[in-house]
């Protein structure tokens, strides 16, 4: 006798990118174990599927797949929103739900759009805002600086002076490559260093960084804890970090949200919404100033400042609105209104 059916659909690229939208508010991690397979056959067709998971009542269950087309696949995500069902999507490597894996599909789970960032570009506001803010919290001395993250080197390259090496980790080689090429002839080259990683540990030694940068990196990440503790590792004893996550009471989703029959992803107030509600939309985690102080002391730092940074407002697209709004509302580099902040500055020692 069947006790349990749940429907569910599935796609997965040729790369091994899959998504699915579950006619459930979250599978199991065993049910997500289980749909191993299918995401194969899935990625191996190159369309979508639909699945039916089937639990019976000795505990025991299979699933089974249909192909699906495109069109319909997502004509039935639009109906699964519309009628308020839950729609549970993942964004990962296939392999990603292997049994042996569990541990990265749990912590991609509370966040399943998780998506890469994009990084800023130079000569914006940002940068500078950012450059000047470290600046004024830098320890004497200069030594080792890591950029965890580092992207194109837009923002490291304004702290390395201060240092006498650099080194800048990330898992993007495009972003490298700019990075190389923003250092072809420049005097700062002898003392940077690139390392592209796919993952932890970064490849260097113990407590060999004197300051650790993370620019809204952390909101990306499968593992924030994982890469808490790497950088804790990397830090010196007395070593400082500092790093940045995205404000949750700035009136915009900064990273965009995959809202279904909504192309134009950056709605207000999306970042005010329950946790659970904006997670499971957005596509990178936001942060309130006691969540982000939480992890990072988790993590074993200790922490010694936290503030607000003010809303550069890049995204502005009319030179004169965006000076405009700079002058009259958001002056100056930190706020302490949340509200005209995009990001948290964390300061912590090791």
Known sequence: MFVQQRQFLLQANYQGGTQGSFRIKKPPGEQCFQLHQGLLAARNRGGPLEGTRTRTADGLGHTEFAPLSDFLFRVRCGIVFLLGTHEYKVTKDVSDLNPENSHKAQNNDSVPNLASGLPAHSGQLILRRRARLVASILPDGGGHLLDFGCGNGAQTLLLAPSFEKTTGVDINDDFLKGFRLALDGDILAKKVQLISTGGLPVDLPDASVDVATSFTVLEHVPDEM??????????????????????????????????????????????????????????ARIYRRVDIIRLVEAAGFHVDDTFHMTAPMDTIPWPMVRNLSRKIVFRGDRTNLPFLATEIVVVATR
């Open 226 to 283: 994982a890469v808490l503790k790497d950088l804790f590792r990397l830090l010196e004893p007395g070593g400082r970090l500092i790093l940045t996550v995205p404000n949750r009471w700035w009136v915009f989703e900064t990273h965009g949200a995959n809202l279904p029959l909504l192309p134009w992803n950056r709605i207000p107030f999306v970042s005010w919404w329950p946790k659970k509600l904006h997670d499971r939309w957005a596509r």
